[in-house]
């Protein structure tokens, strides 16, 4: 992590024309302080970065990688996760009310009890992630892989499905197609 004047950004992040100064390790505070204010340099990977409970909500972190990051928990209500990179990340318990996570990739990635709540999940890719308990009224999966995905008790009331892939995924007992927006581009589970 780097002190670049008053924010704080993480390896990886290349800005031209400023100047860094190294920082020893900085505290899980400073990182979640530094992608709250100063969004534009936190671009890099966060890698399997511990920001469990951490209030990221309205964060920018359009097209970062967060492969295997532990967000459990976190609010990340109305965050901008355009193409992140989510795989095995743990998003338990994770609040993503409003968050636009098209074109993200979370293949693998824990969502159990996660709050998707109207999030746009437009064409992103969720193969084989756990969805078990997801709370996702009215959110946008149009377009979305979800092949090999657990949607066990998951609660799809008013999902926008159409378009998506579902090959392989498993929807529990209680799952109602009438319950969700689905077309003839819709792959379901055979």
């Known amino acids: 992590m780097r002190n670049v004047g008053s924010a704080i950004t993480v390896p990886g992040v290349v800005e031209a024309g400023i100047d860094v100064v190294e920082v020893a390790e900085p505290s899980k505070a400073d990182l979640v302080n530094a992608i709250r204010t100063s969004p534009r340099l936190v671009k890099g990977s966060l890698r399997a970065v511990d ?8 964060a920018r972190l359009q097209a970062a990688d967060l ?13 901008d996760l355009f193409d992140a990179v989510l795989v095995d990340a743990v998003l338990f318990g994770t609040v993503l009310r409003t968050a ?17 709540t109207r999030a746009d999940l ?3 890719d969720l193969a084989g992630a756990v969805l078990g ?8 999966l149009t377009g979305a892989i979800l092949a090999e995905a657990d949607l066990s008790g998951a609660v799809l009331d008013g999902v926008d499905l159409r378009g998506a892939v579902l090959t392989g995924a498993r ?11 689905h077309d003839t581009t819709t792959i379901w589970p055979s």
């Open 171 to 181: 929807l529990g007992a209680g799952f109602d197609a009438r319950s969700v927006k």
């Open 51 to 58: 920001l469990s409970d951490a209030d990221l909500s309205g």
């Open 100 to 116: 636009d996570l098209s074109g993200a990739t979370l293949r693998g990635a824990n969502l159990q009890l996660a709050d998707l």
């Open 122 to 124: 437009f064409r992103a």
């Open 133 to 140: 308990g997801v709370g996702s009224f009215g959110a946008s």
């Open 67 to 79: 492969t295997s990051a532990d967000l459990f928990g976190a609010d990340l209500s109305g965050a």
